[in-house]
């Protein structure tokens, strides 16, 4: 595997007693880049992901995580790979240091407990018993779990379902942070906006196989899908055209109305667009 490969998987595949779950799944991971995987529910994104963590037998194919066979983890291993679980943020009666603190001791090279405490903005909560904390809250000190041990490669399963806009917004900051710090990044969302805000890649998985991969805005040739021109007529009835040259057409709009067109509006496939089609189609 060479260095710049973080994971690498080969014809995946898993069944739970008769049925197929993932079905012969390709996928790359940089090291340092941010990869989103999406898919609609059940398309075997958690599956998928489980196994690259180490948590989930397969049945067949190759898998390399940071050059390691998940299926059979070192301790080693496990210190370089971060894991975001879905609510592990409460410890009953803990406070939200104490559980820091705690599994920063699980770790070799541990980051400071306060400092990471800070970066995902508990700090006015530190003494806080976590069972008190909101469930956004909760949700930060999961990732405070999953990156206090400073991970290689952080796995983010749905990370912001249940924020608010704001706490999505610094969530989205903190991710940024991490991955211009070095550490490479696969998360699962059902969020468009939070694949296209963060995602150096983004994978599409689609009945147990990786149906495609690309950057946000080449995703399903989005760059050349055309562009829908909408304006008013002058009897005030909405038109539109598609159009490959948006900018002719509209300088042809402005010739007929003689300046302003009324109404004016031209936009193209939002990534939601783009995917709904593509997992439609299957
Ligand atoms: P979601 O977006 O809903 O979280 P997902 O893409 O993560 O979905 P998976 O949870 O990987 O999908 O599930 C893929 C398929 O495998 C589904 O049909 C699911 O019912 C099935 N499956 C997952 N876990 C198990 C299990 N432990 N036992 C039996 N079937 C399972």
């Keep these: 595997m060479s260095d710049d490969v973080a994971i690498r998987v080969r014809g995946l595949r898993?069944?739970?007693?008769?049925?197929?779950?993932?079905?012969?799944?390709?996928?790359?991971?940089?090291?340092?880049?941010?990869?989103?995987?999406?898919?609609?529910?059940?398309?075997?994104?958690?599956?998928?992901?489980?196994?690259?963590?180490?948590?989930?037998?397969?049945?067949?194919?190759?898998?390399?995580?940071?050059?390691?066979?998940?299926?059979?983890?070192?301790?080693?291993?496990?210190?370089?790979?971060?894991?975001v679980f879905q609510g592990t943020g409460e410890f009953d009666e803990l406070s939200v240091a104490e559980v820091v603190h705690h599994f920063a001791g699980f770790y070799r090279d541990a980051d400071d407990p306060d400092k990471v405490i800070e970066r995902v903005g508990l700090t006015a909560k530190a003494g806080a018993r976590t069972h008190t904390l909101s469930g956004?809250?909760?949700?930060?000190?999961?990732?405070?779990?999953?990156?206090?041990?400073?991970?290689?490669l952080l796995f983010l399963d749905e990370p912001t379902t249940g924020f608010d806009p704001e706490a999505r917004r610094e969530?989205?900051?903190?991710?940024?942070?991490?991955?211009?710090?070095?550490?490479?990044i696969v998360l699962t969302t059902h969020y468009l906006d939070e694949a296209e805000a963060l995602a150096d890649r983004v994978g599409v998985i689609a009945g147990g196989q990786l149906v495609e991969t690309a950057a946000p805005h080449q995703l399903g040739n989005r760059q050349e899908a055309l562009a829908t021109v909408s304006w008013r007529t002058p009897d005030g009835t909405l038109?539109?055209?598609?159009?490959?040259?948006?900018?002719?057409?509209?300088?042809e709009l402005a010739a007929?109305?003689?300046?302003e067109v009324p109404g004016l509006t031209v936009s193209r496939p939002t990534l939601e667009d783009i995917y709904l089609t593509m997992i439609g189609h299957r």
């Design 14 to 83: 898993k069944t739970y007693g008769g049925s197929v779950a993932v079905a012969g799944l390709d996928l790359d991971v940089h090291r340092g880049e941010v990869f989103a995987l999406l898919g609609p529910n059940g398309a075997g994104k958690t599956t998928t992901v489980e196994i690259l963590e180490g948590y989930r037998g397969r049945d067949a194919g190759e898998v390399r995580v940071l050059d390691v066979d998940p299926a059979d983890p070192t301790r080693d291993w496990r210190g370089r790979v971060g894991i």
């Design 136 to 152: 956004g809250q909760k949700r930060r000190l999961d990732v405070a779990l999953g990156i206090v041990g400073r991970p290689e």
């Design 171 to 184: 969530f989205w900051e903190l991710i940024r942070d991490l991955a211009a710090a070095g550490t490479t």
């Design 239 to 251: 038109d539109s055209a598609q159009s490959a040259a948006p900018t002719a057409l509209v300088a």
């Design 256 to 259: 007929r109305f003689g300046g």
